[in-house]
Structures are given as structure tokens and as C-alpha cells.
């Protein structure tokens, strides 16, 4: 039986009453949405159905259809272990990067990866080095295990300072770089970034660069590139992605490193075995399988983004040019305080992320969506 992608959501208690209900959402990356908390807080004050989710810059359209046909297919395979082996959907990605299958590893949800990378390249002795804000799990990792951390500030226009961030990497053990940047969707040219990497590799003859791109297929900017050619000629640089934004399978958790063999084997060797279940890995392949509906995918965010921008651009406010599926938005006033009261109508809208509290990440959802949340903005910012 044939199923659209939003009714098998709901067959999988997606976006209802199974969801909202549940003590601990399953946020996509950790914690995307906030503090399990603070999920179900926001959860309680908002009714089962009818929501409009814009705090976790997932897809809202849920996986391409060629994934909800291969995981019917295959459902029964749910009965098994998972193949240990995980050559075909490592192949798969590889064949999509242009890479052999030994650049690639494979993580639970693009977030084991990071944390990975915080245990096999930091130590008491060699620092982490993020922005601020951007995403926390590195620092976040680190912390909880005892190490230190350096979060250089983004700039006054609110990007990532590549120079400090250079002058803070000598006798660090790992450099994360998050392109484009969450929260505020800001993308570095692939110039800058070639360029900054090269400066952290001159600095420091150890220190190992990650640059996590969980948004690379949202961006449209002609100036930006993927990181991962330098791999090739550069086993101190390694990239992150997702299938957790535009392929639309957060809740299947599955994510990939992109390096040299050397580099990933020190991470892999710290993996948890057989965490890749096994229709996750029939779905990543599957979702590999489409290219035409990845474009309609990034037409109808770029289409979205516009008319968000947009409508808060009209309205006096600013909003930081994105790259990403979600927008920033400098609200002049209280971050915290407007996604209570969006919640209160039914609009979820993203944490808050200090020190930029009085700005608001929202995910963007579907056209109709965005067209309904804006009358909720304009109702809660008068």
C-alpha cells in the first residue's frame, strides 16, 4: 500500500499526539529543539495536532519518497541485527562525494561523529576550538569529558571570525568549523575557508580541522564549495554531513565523516558496534537515489526562506542572510519570552543561543506553513 510522506509520518506517530506526548523528543542532532526540558515544556503548552514545528531545521516534508518505498519494502529486515559490514550504504555515499568507500565512516546521526572527534583529537592538553554561538555538541562533548574549550565570538556581523579562530588553534587538538554556521545560516566562501585552514595547519603541525557541513545541500552561494576535495591532499581535515536536514531522516539517525583512511580510523575505532540499524542504512541508500526530488527539495527552501526573510524584513526587522533551512532573526527583544508565546499558538520556534538572546532561530517549514506562522509572529510581536 502506497503511502505520501506526510501520512507516513503520522503512521509512525510523527508530528502527533505520539510525539508531543513524549517525555524526551527525539530531536534531530541531540538537542536541536533545546533541553529535553524545555521540549516538554514548550510540548505542554501546545495542542497534538495542528502544530507548525519550526525548532529543529528538519525537512518538513519527511524522507524522499524513494526512502518510505525501500523501508515498507524492507521493514520486516527490522527483526535483525544490522549488517555489520555497512559496505553498501558506505559505498553509496562514497559514489555520491566522488571518494573510494575508506574516506568514508559512517555515525549515528551526524552528532556521534563530532563527539568522535572531541575524543580522538582533544585531550587535557590540546583544547577544542569553536565559534560562538554555533553548534554546541563539541563543546558540549568536551566539557563533559573533562576538556578544555575556546569559543571565539562571531563578529559584529554575526559570522564566524576565521582569524581568531586561527590565532586560538596552536596547541589545539581539534578545530570545528560549523559552514554554514548554526544558528545564524551564514556561509563561508570556499576561498575563506581553504584559506583559514591552511593558516590553523601552518600554526599548529598536530591540529586536526573538522568542518561540519550538515547544510551543504541548502546552499545556493556560487562563492561557497565543500571542503572535501582538500581531504585528498590534507589528512588533518575532515568533514561532517547528515541525512538528517534535506533528506528528511532525522529520527533514523545517520550521519558520515568524509577523510583519510588514518583520519577516520581513529574515530572509528570508538564507534559503538552495529549502531547503524539496518533499514536506517536501506534508507540512506534510498535516499541517495533521487537527485530530481533533492532539487525540488532545495527550491521549495530557497522559495520559503525568501518569503520569511521577507516578512520580517518588511517589518522593521533584520535578519541574518542564510544559507541554511532555518533563518536568525534580530527580534529586539526577548528571545525566550516570544517562543513561549509562539507556542502558546501552536508555532514551536528554536532555542534561544547566548549570547544572542534577543535574536530567534526559526526553522523554515513548508510555503503554507510560513504563510500561517508569520500571522502568528505578527499577532505575538504586535
Given at each position: ?105 559512517l555515525g549515528c546521526g551526524s552528532g ?168 536506517t542504512q536501506v534508507a540512506g541508500i ?66 534561544v543561543f547566548p549570547p544572542l538572546t ?25
Amino acid at each position: 500500500m502506497s503511502q505520501d510522506r506526510r501520512s507516513f509520518l503520522r503512521t509512525l506517530g510523527v508530528g502527533g499526539a505520539g510525539v508531543l506526548s513524549m517525555p524526551a523528543w527525539i530531536n534531530a542532532r541531540g538537542l536541536e529543539a533545546g533541553t529535553h526540558a524545555e521540549a516538554s515544556a514548550v510540548a505542554a503548552t501546545a495542542r497534538a495536532n495542528g502544530v507548525i514545528k519550526l525548532d529543529s531545521n528538519e525537512n518538513p516534508n519527511g524522507p524522499v519518497p524513494a526512502v518510505i518505498r525501500e523501508v515498507q519494502k524492507n521493514f520486516r529486515a527490522a527483526a535483525l541485527y544490522p549488517a555489520r559490514s555497512e559496505q553498501p550504504v558506505r559505498d553509496a555515499i562514497a559514489k555520491a562525494n566522488a571518494l573510494a568507500s575508506d574516506q568514508v565512516m559512517l555515525g549515528c546521526g551526524s552528532g556521534e561523529v563530532l563527539r568522535l572527534a572531541v575524543q580522538a583529537f582533544c585531550s587535557p592538553s590540546k583544547h577544542l576550538v569553536s565559534a560562538l554561538p554555533s553548534f554546541e555538541s563539541p563543546a558540549q562533548y568536551a566539557r563533559v569529558l573533562g576538556l578544555p574549550v575556546r569559543e571565539i565570538p562571531l563578529d559584529s556581523e554575526l559570522r564566524i571570525d576565521l582569524a581568531a579562530m586561527a590565532r586560538e588553534s596552536r596547541g589545539a587538538g581539534l578545530v570545528f568549523l560549523c559552514n554554514p554556521n548554526n544558528p545564524t545560516g551564514h556561509v563561508h566562501s570556499a576561498a575563506a575557508v581553504k584559506g583559514f585552514i591552511e593558516e590553523v595547519l601552518r600554526t599548529d603541525p598536530e591540529v586536526v580541522v573538522l568542518v561540519d557541513e550538515a547544510y551543504h545541500e541548502f546552499v545556493d552561494d556560487p562563492a561557497y564549495a565543500s571542503a572535501a576535495p582538500m581531504i585528498a591532499n590534507t589528512p588533518r581535515v575532515f568533514v561532517s554531513r547528515t541525512f538528517s536536514k534535506i533528506y528528511g531522516i532525522a529520527g533514523m539517525r545517520l550521519g558520515y565523516a568524509l577523510g583519510a583512511p588514518a583520519t577516520l580510523t581513529k574515530m572509528e575505532r570508538l564507534r559503538l558496534p552495529n549502531g547503524i540499524g539496518g533499514l536506517t542504512q536501506v534508507a540512506g541508500i534510498a535516499a541517495l537515489s533521487e537527485p530530481a526530488q533533492l532539487a525540488k527539495e532545495q527550491r521549495d527552501n530557497r522559495a520559503a526562506r525568501a518569503f520569511t526573510t521577507k516578512w520580517f524584513t518588511d517589518a522593521g526587522y533584520t535578519v541574518v542572510p542564510s544559507q541554511a533551512n532555518f533563518v536568525l532573526v534580530q527580534l529586539k527583544r526577548d528571545a525566550g519570552a516570544f517562543r513561549d508565546a509562539c507556542a502558546k499558538h501552536d508555532v514551536l520556534v528554536g532555542r534561544v543561543f547566548p549570547p544572542l538572546t534577543t535574536h530567534s532561530r526559526i526553522s523554515i517549514g513548508t510555503m503554507d506553513e510560513m504563510q500561517r506562522a508569520v500571522q502568528v509572529f505578527k499577532q505575538v510581536l504586535g
